[in-house]
């Protein structure tokens, strides 16, 4: 891919891109994140993703998720809950150091910030993206944690 040629389009999510998100989301995870899990934790991110509520919550406008398109494919997600809360933020492999997740993330604070009036983002880094994190403003608020098999770093910006 010639990254003079990348451009993509990031916006809200429609009904019918959730599936393709997720089984992006799925195997960004299994590739990139999963080394870092139990089983037990592999599994419980599965659920999540896959749970019906989830679903239905975005469905409902209580879990809000933006997407990034190369044309019609979903390169990147990110979905937010709790009115605040990054919940998930991936990123296609092929698309890894293109400015697709900062895109995301930069779109999703703004959004916080100038429209939902929100005073800061809150999240639960993997092992993988603190650093990543870090150099979009992100600190860390508490040491590593591990629950579910899940390990994650709690951090936040405030806008």
């Not at 809950?81 to 995301?104: I, T, W």
């Not at 040491?143 to 390990?151: A, M, Q, T, V």
């Amino acid at each position: 891919m010639d990254e003079k040629q990348l451009s993509y389009e990031v916006r809200w999510a429609r009904r019918e891109e959730w599936s393709p998100a997720m089984t992006m989301i799925w195997k960004t995870f299994m590739k990139y994140d999963s080394k870092d899990y139990t089983d037990e934790g592999i599994r419980n991110f599965f659920d999540f993703i896959t749970d019906d509520d989830l679903y239905q919550a975005f469905l409902a406008g209580a879990y809000q998720m933006m997407v990034a398109l190369d044309g019609q494919r979903i390169i990147g997600a990110a979905s937010v809950r709790n009115r605040n809360h990054l919940s998930l933020l991936f990123v296609d492999e092929e698309y890894h150091y293109k400015g697709v997740g900062s895109a995301l993330m930069n779109r999703l604070c703004r959004y916080l910030e100038k429209e939902a009036g929100e005073k800061y983002m809150s999240l639960k880094a993997a092992p993988y993206a603190v650093g990543f994190y870090k150099k979009l403003g992100f600190c860390v608020v508490k040491p590593e944690e591990e629950y579910s098999g899940i390990r994650v770093t709690p951090m936040e910006k405030f806008f």
